[in-house]
């Protein structure tokens, strides 16, 4: 078998796929949290909100040949930024619509967005349902506004991957991300459809922005 080459990628006879990935959901369910984790292994309690969208990329070894790099496009949750979504999810591979299992209402937003995806995102888009902040129910069941059984039930309907996750613990979050990448057709990676330099940071693209500027991550 071949052998990996420099920086992680296969060497010659392996496979190196690279995919777009948008992360949806209301503000403050845990988005950029669990891309925090995915991409640093990191968590932070206490995270501004995203300002448009972050671009981050983070790499999956499927196996010793096959490795799957991720274009990572995490929407800020705010209302006021929900027109932008379609800039996102257009021509996306793939996409996590995440909600707080805390938080009845948050389910009910994930199944807007799975719609608006199915409707007019690409049409073979692999769309995973994430029920994130378990760490909390796991410390208090009470606090659990969203039955496991529920959500599991409206993701097989839906035709959706589907984990509940913890960005604190870093519960199933790895794992959330290697299912969408087994899931995706390697042969079939489309080139960088990319809407900012990652080398400038994200776009802040709020009415007031002038130009391109940093912006900060968030839980929502």
Known sequence: MAGRGPAGRPGAGGRFAQFKLVLLG???VGKS???LRFVKDQFDDYRESTIGAAFL???????ENTTVKFEIWDTAGQERYKSLAPMYYRNAHCAVVVYDITQASSLDKAKS???ELQRQANENII???AGNKKDIVDENPDKRAISTADAEAYAKEAGLLFFETSAKTANNVKELFTAIAKKLPL???GP??????P???PLDLRPEATGQQGAGNCNC
């Open 26 to 28: 209301e503000s403050a």
């Open 192 to 197: 960088r459809n990319l809407r900012a330099n």
């Open 33 to 35: 949290s669990l891309v």
């Open 113 to 115: 967005w799975v719609k």
């Open 187 to 189: 042969d079939q990676a």
């Open 57 to 63: 990329t983070q790499t999956v070894a499927l196996d």
């Open 127 to 129: 769309i995973a349902l």
């Open 199 to 201: 080398r400038t940071g």
